[in-house]
């Protein structure tokens, strides 16, 4: 396994175990202040890190007792030296204090890497789900492959 791919996976880690935490700057750390993000939701595009960091604020925020589990699947990364990129479909799940899941979306993302700061950082994330074509609504859940 390439040293790009042990980084983004352990990116990955970072992105889940701080969602879970609901800790924003382990979750900052894992984006370049330059970055560009295409999000899913609410808003087009997020330009810069401080603009990002003000999003996932406010959604950690929104959070009451629940905490919310990330699972990456079929991920697949490309790169080499000081730049990578990653595709994944993200399993979002909200859980109960005890323990039990609520509900859950999944969407897809990709990611493009780069070294910033000497650590591979995301400097473009693209979020989406598939819309169907009669009635214009998301589809949130893939069907198993």
């Given at each position: 396994m390439s040293d790009t791919n042990?980084?983004?996976?352990?990116a990955l880690e970072t992105y889940?175990?701080?969602?879970?935490?609901?800790?924003?700057?382990?979750?900052?750390?894992?984006?370049?202040?330059?970055?560009?993000?295409?999000?899913?939701?609410a808003e087009w595009m997020y330009e810069g890190a401080a603009a990002w960091r003000?999003?996932?604020?406010n959604w950690f925020s929104s959070l009451r007792n629940e905490s919310v589990s990330v699972?990456?699947?079929d991920v697949k990364i490309?790169?080499?030296?000081?730049?990578?990129?990653?595709t994944a479909f993200a399993t979002y799940s909200n859980v109960?204090?005890?323990?039990?899941?609520?509900?859950?979306i999944q969407n897809?993302?990709?990611w493009i890497l780069q070294v910033s700061g000497g650590e591979l950082r995301v400097i473009h994330?693209?979020?989406?789900?598939?819309?169907?074509?009669?009635?214009?609504?998301?589809i949130f859940h893939r069907e198993s492959p």
């Amino acid at each position: 396994m390439s040293d790009t791919n042990k980084q983004v996976l352990m990116a990955l880690e970072t992105y889940e175990s701080a969602v879970l935490a609901r800790d924003l700057d382990a979750f900052m750390c894992l984006y370049d202040p330059e970055v560009r993000i295409f999000d899913a939701w609410a808003e087009w595009m997020y330009e810069g890190a401080a603009a990002w960091r003000v999003s996932i604020e406010n959604w950690f925020s929104s959070l009451r007792n629940e905490s919310v589990s990330v699972r990456f699947d079929d991920v697949k990364i490309m790169g080499d030296g000081g730049f990578g990129s990653m595709t994944a479909f993200a399993t979002y799940s909200n859980v109960s204090d005890d323990g039990q899941v609520l509900g859950s979306i999944q969407n897809r993302i990709s990611w493009i890497l780069q070294v910033s700061g000497g650590e591979l950082r995301v400097i473009h994330e693209h979020t989406s789900v598939p819309v169907v074509f009669e009635d214009a609504k998301a589809i949130f859940h893939r069907e198993s492959p």
